[in-house]
């Protein structure tokens, strides 16, 4: 019922479904330009629509009472940041203690404008052991789906080459809040 009802959604206000989310059993899914609040009930239209189960983290003040409940209902994790943890081994742990996962981040990490993408999904993958399947919307063709799955090489200059070369036409709600695709380097 839910997956009828988010196309009929989706179709009403113009959004194109393309592509499919992989068929595998673990794997991060990237999800941008994330630029408007609506686009993470967007997100959750599409979720609907191929019956996806995906966790995704969001900050603990947002799960509290009714609302907290239908975020973890739709695989929301909960994260302290006041508390010091490192919410990457978090998650690669929960890949490593699970027989599915597909979990669900934006790497811009806000809806403003940021120079960079944080390189937490990266990481995740990386630790996990899973492929990066890319997830877009782009408001310009009102297209809503699935990339090619990637993996990762473990270069990540030129890893961010392919993800950049992918995103790179892709147009948010709000495309001024789409952050750069490039990260920042540590200094040792």
Known sequence: MFAALSKWLLNL????????????????????PHTSNWDFFIFIL???????????IGKHSIFIG????????LGGIPVDRRKAQNVVQVIVDLFNESEEMA??????GTRSYKDHWKTGFYNIASNA???IQFCYLDATTKTLG????FEISGDLDKDF??????????????PELFSEITY?????
């Not at 599409?46 to 995704?56: A, D, E, T, W």
């Not at 979990?103 to 811009?108: I, Q, R, T, V, Y």
């Open 161 to 174: 080459e392919v993800i950049r070369e992918f995103y790179s036409d892709k147009k948010g709600l709000r």
């Open 13 to 32: 206000f113009g959004w194109r479904l393309v592509g499919q989310p992989p068929k595998i059993k673990k794997y991060v899914l990237i999800v941008a």
């Open 146 to 149: 699935f990339g090619p799955l």
């Open 103 to 108: 979990f669900a981040l934006s790497p811009e």
């Open 66 to 73: 009714p609302v907290g409940w239908v975020l973890k209902r």
């Open 184 to 188: 920042k380097k540590k200094i040792r």
């Open 129 to 131: 052991k899973v492929p």
């Open 46 to 56: 599409l979720k609907f629509h191929f019956r996806m189960k995906v966790s995704f």
